[in-house]
């Protein structure tokens, strides 16, 4: 085996040295009655130029990555500058752990702290954390952050939140006694119905609100957080397309206590939905209620500045069953790229990536809107997705467009709202040309 | 006075990136908006948009950000530079085939809510995963979802906690201990916690196993949902009694969870579905060589019984003649326990490491993770008080126990292996030895590493004797010294600010 140093003879040798005969020997400790006595049904060995064919193979059966697309609804499409993926993978990087050693961890620790700046300064917020798993797992943990904060068991949640982020949070909640009540939306606008803000109660540990939100739609968080404050409640800000941060007013502005996102929009390809990263920011004076690793300041003897995690008396290896998460390793390479993508794009690339998604959203929603039997059934502003209205069932447009015209047109609410038969999602990106949107358009119109 | 000179190099000084950036600095460049315009104001209104115009975040060219992230890398040891013995972490050698087959534009450029029918690959990849790690674990049920190894975790003991509810029913709430031994890795306790179970801590014994008599004596307690077991355990050391612990737990109702973290000195010599286990999860980092790239990301399948299979995160992946699909329809399902269907990517990888491996492959990474692990424990017994006397598996561990006479502590020898041009093994893990040094070489070591490796211990163990003040003043050689991680603590710093002191603290 070719990642094996050690030859055959050498092996032999070690295995005299330490006094056995055979390799078989060094599993004396495993009782007879349970060792394999055959050789696992697995491949032979396959060589490198087999491998890549097998996998070349496999990646081919993936025709939809080859097709213009129009998907979003948590995981986007986004140019990622060249350098972000040829960085991350710098040996020091990639095959390193968590910093435990800071002496020889200062590159990622440094890293680390930038991410914690970005998220902050993106999100507007005081302090935020190395990195969790996704958006849907740090969405999870900001409400158990909040029940532990406000030790409150309910929890108010917007039905325009990710579908899938709402079954995650049903997992992670399913034990400890968690109720879940929905805050409907406005069919008009399709943002959250006011009115239903009075399911806040004194019981209540949080409201989360998604924006945009899971139809594209704005929410206008305005005065959300003081709804919630007025009861003792917190207010959480769930964000799945990150790059509306260069554009839109950032939830700490809005009084949010807690901000997570998923950061995939950042430099971080599809992969088939992982993996991604997510992004956890909230207050300072909740930093000690947070789950996850973080990166702080330190000095050496001799006053030079480096960095250190801290703040591990919350973490599941010192706190065990008392922790605030279980949390270990997180998405620490996701969270480089991020990193690399944001410095890279800086302020005006970030400002401007959001900008041309907004203006080609806008776009192609305005050219469908103008087809003949097409609406769009909501009325509130959009970023870069929005809800499509078809004169007939959504997913048999969707499989037409797919079969005939090799376009994959969106998503069919239908998957996640069985009675939004005719509705389906449109996202556009600064990777959707002109044409692309434009021919969309046409095809839509020759299928009503 | 070289160090010096070296700690004042432009490359060893690496700003922030915010402190390097530069109003008017561009390190991008976009295509040109190919549609009309729409106004802004119509799009989006003013009181929905950003007006701080994303105060204090970097302005820098791309070639300022490539120097910056590579001279930071140079700061971090790193697999590819060397032998990096963290126990417990099992940090093998990442090969750069399985980074190129995972980033094939197939792969990359597929989004997870695609069509089955045009994520067939995909799918098949997921399907041909699973199957293997259900022969390598023998346990026939498996899902990739989990993200890492402590959701892997999560998820099991999710398994068993809506398995003992459909059991058991209205008295299932009778049951809810579960059992993790003091050995333990942090993440146990924490994720019963989550699954709604009350931990309680089995002793070990002297020898470093599970405590049979004290287990029993929990058990009879009664109550008990299951026991968490890692195996071989924190220690290194196989469960020999494996097989009775397992009757135990199941003669007591519970079921038996093992800890997957250590399933690299098992490949294709042991499997828990045979020793009595009904779910484990692994870590497609450790054992199957996914990159740790500096905290993640991981990636924890679970595998379980058949008995547990109906719980298993939705969706499932279900093979119909040809065709692959996703099953949504699993009424006894925990549910998600993460949006789409894990981390793909490393799945990619994992399955290109096993497919490299082959059976006998994978059986020779076995073999040489713990003939490296034995080897060392051979060489050092005599030098470093081995707390333990049965054979290690794939990772040893050691107390400071000899040096700490002379001052000289766990946390000193790690910062002296980094003198000596090693990262430092695990410290003070796991919690039941005092002291502890857990050391995992793994497979990716040859002889010499390792014997550069035991004279540095052995350099290390005869200064502390003679000169115990270099070891408790290392590293000599890095960039910085040690961080006064307290004060860090105390007054945190978790982010920059545009007054922050700079480099070098002026007293």
Redesign the interface.
């Known amino acids: 085996m070719r990642y094996i140093p050690n030859s055959p003879e050498e092996r032999a040798e070690m295995l005299k040295v330490i006094g056995l005969s055979s390799a078989e020997e060094l599993f004396r400790s495993i009782p007879e009655d349970i060792r394999l006595k055959r050789p696992l049904k697995i491949t032979e060995p396959l060589s490198e130029p087999e491998v890549i064919a097998l996998m070349e193979n496999l990646a081919s059966k993936n025709t939809a990555s080859q097709k213009t697309s129009f998907l979003g609804a948590g995981v986007y499409s986004h140019y990622s500058p060249t350098i972000v993926d040829y960085l991350i993978q710098r040996s020091e990087f990639f095959t390193s752990y968590t910093p435990y050693q800071p002496e020889v961890s200062q590159g990622t620790l440094q890293y680390i702290f930038e991410f914690q700046t970005l998220v902050c300064q993106l999100t507007g917020m005081e302090v935020a954390n190395a990195s969790m798993y996704d958006g849907s797992t740090a969405m999870a943990e900001a409400v158990l952050m909040a029940q532990r904060i406000t030790r409150r068991q309910k929890v108010l949640i917007a039905r325009t939140i990710h579908p899938e982020y709402i079954e995650v949070l049903r997992t992670y909640t399913k034990y400890n006694e968690t109720e879940i009540d929905f805050a409907d939306f406005d069919e008009e606008t399709g943002s959250i119905k006011q009115e239903e803000l009075q399911k806040l109660s004194d019981q209540t540990a949080c409201l989360v609100v998604q924006s945009p939100n899971f139809f594209g739609v704005i929410e206008n968080l305005e005065g959300l957080a003081e709804k919630a404050h007025s009861v003792g409640a917190l207010f959480i800000v769930v964000v799945t397309e990150a790059i509306s941060f260069g554009l839109l007013k950032p939830p700490g502005e809005f009084g949010a206590d807690i901000v997570v996102a998923e950061g995939q929009s950042f430099g971080i390809p599809m992969s088939f939905g992982g993996p991604h990263v997510g992004l956890f920011a909230t207050r300072e004076k909740f930093v000690r209620q947070m789950p996850g690793r973080l990166a702080g300041i330190a000095y050496d003897k001799h006053g030079n500045r480096g960095f250190v995690l801290t703040l591990a008396t919350r973490e599941q290896h010192i706190r065990r069953e008392k922790a605030t998460s279980n949390i270990c390793t997180n998405q620490g390479l996701m969270a480089l790229a991020a990193t690399i993508y944001l410095e890279t794009l800086g302020k005006r690339g970030l400002q401007e990536v959001a900008l041309q998604n907004a203006q080609k959203a806008a776009y192609a929603k305005r050219k469908i809107a103008e087809l003949e039997g097409y609406s769009i059934p909501f009325s509130g502003h959009t970023f870069n997705e929005f809800v499509v209205r078809s004169p007939k069932n959504a997913e048999d447009i969707l499989e037409k467009l797919l079969k005939e015209k090799s376009i994959i047109g969106g998503l069919a609410l239908s998957r996640y709202f069985p009675e939004r038969k005719n509705d389906f999602l449109v996202c556009v990106t600064e990777t959707n040309t002109k044409n692309q949107i434009d021919n969309l358009v046409d095809c839509l119109k020759e299928l009503r | 006075m070289s160090i010096k000179k070296v700690?004042q190099h432009p490359t060893q000084n690496?700003p922030?990136?915010?402190e390097r950036?530069q109003k008017g600095?561009?390190?991008?460049r976009?295509?040109k908006?190919?549609?009309?315009?729409?106004n802004?104001d119509?799009?989006?209104?003013e009181?929905?948009?950003?007006?701080?115009?994303?105060?204090?975040?970097?302005?820098?060219s791309?070639v300022d950000?490539?120097r910056?992230?590579?001279r930071?890398?140079?700061?971090?040891?790193?697999?590819?530079?060397g032998m990096?013995p963290?126990g417990s972490?099992t940090?093998?050698?990442?090969?750069r085939?399985n980074?190129?087959?995972?980033?094939?534009?197939?792969?990359?450029?597929?989004?997870?809510?695609?069509?089955e029918e045009?994520?067939?690959?995909?799918l098949?990849?997921m399907y041909r995963l699973q199957e293997?790690l259900a022969?390598?674990t023998g346990l026939p049920g498996v899902s990739l979802q989990p993200?890492?190894?402590?959701?892997g975790?999560?998820t099991g003991i999710?398994l068993i906690?809506a398995f003992l509810d459909k059991r058991d029913g209205e008295a299932s709430k009778d049951r809810r201990v579960m059992l993790v031994p003091d050995s333990a890795?942090?993440?146990n306790?924490?994720?019963?916690?989550?699954?709604?179970f009350t931990?309680k801590t089995v002793k070990s014994t002297s020898e470093g196993l599970t405590d049979i008599q004290h287990l029993k004596q929990l058990c009879s307690e009664g109550g008990i949902a299951g026991l968490m077991l890692t195996n071989p355990n924190t220690v290194g050391?196989?469960e020999?009694n494996?097989?009775e612990i397992c009757e135990i737990i199941h003669e007591a109702g519970g079921l038996v969870y093992m800890d997957g973290a250590n399933m690299n000195a098992?490949?294709?010599?042991?499997?828990p579905g045979?020793?009595g286990v009904d779910v484990i999860h692994l870590?497609l980092?450790k054992t199957f060589s996914t990159?740790?790239?500096?905290?993640?990301?991981?990636?924890g399948p679970c595998c379980c019984s058949a008995e547990l299979e109906p719980f298993l995160?939705v969706p499932r992946i279900v093979k119909e003649g040809n065709r692959f699909r996703l099953d949504f329809n699993r009424p006894n399902s925990?549910?998600?326990?993460?949006?789409?269907?894990?981390?793909?990517?490393?799945m990619?990888r994992a399955l290109?490491y096993?497919?490299?491996?082959?059976?006998?492959?994978?059986?020779?990474?076995t073999?040489?993770a713990?003939?490296?692990a034995?080897?060392i424990a051979?060489h050092l017994a005599d030098t470093f008080e081995k707390p333990f006397d049965?054979?290690c598996?794939h990772e040893v561990v050691f107390s400071h126990k000899k040096q700490a006479r002379k001052g000289v502590h766990t946390i000193d020898i790690?910062?002296r292996l980094?003198d000596y041009g090693f990262?430092?093994m695990?410290i003070y893990?796991p919690l039941i030895v005092d002291g502890a040094m857990l050391i995992e070489p793994t497979?990716?070591?040859?002889?010499q590493?390792l014997d550069a490796f035991i004279d540095a211990m052995k350099s290390i163990a005869k200064e502390a004797e003679e000169n115990p003040q270099i070891v408790i003043d290392a590293?000599h050689t890095?960039?910085?010294?040690?961080?006064?991680?307290a004060?860090?603590?105390r007054k945190?710093?978790?982010?920059?600010k545009p007054d922050m002191?700079?480099?070098?603290?002026?007293?």
């Open positions: 700690r690496e922030l990136i915010f950036s600095r561009i390190g991008y976009l295509p908006l190919d549609v009309e315009e729409t802004l119509e799009v989006i209104p009181h929905l948009r950003r007006n701080d115009d994303l105060d204090g975040f970097p302005e820098v791309e950000v490539v910056h992230f590579t930071m890398s140079t700061w971090n040891y790193s697999i590819d530079l990096y963290l972490c940090m093998k050698y990442n090969s085939l980074e190129k087959v995972a980033r094939i534009p197939g792969f990359t450029n597929l989004h997870p809510l695609a069509p045009e994520a067939q690959g995909a098949e990849l293997d022969e390598i993200a890492a190894g402590a959701q975790e999560m999710l906690r890795h942090g993440t306790p924490a994720s019963a916690q989550m699954a709604g931990v050391i196989f020999k494996i097989r098992l490949v294709g010599v042991a499997r045979d020793m870590n980092h990159p740790h790239g500096g905290g993640g990301p991981g990636s995160p925990i549910g998600r326990v993460k949006a789409f269907y894990g981390n793909f990517g490393m990619i290109s096993i497919y490299t491996h082959g059976a006998e492959g994978l059986k020779e990474a073999e040489t713990v003939l490296n034995r080897y051979h049965s054979d598996m790690a910062k980094i990262h430092p695990t893990f497979e990716s070591v040859g002889r590493d590293p890095t960039r910085i010294g040690r961080l006064d991680e004060t860090a603590a945190p710093i978790l982010r920059w002191e700079s480099m070098t603290k002026t007293a």
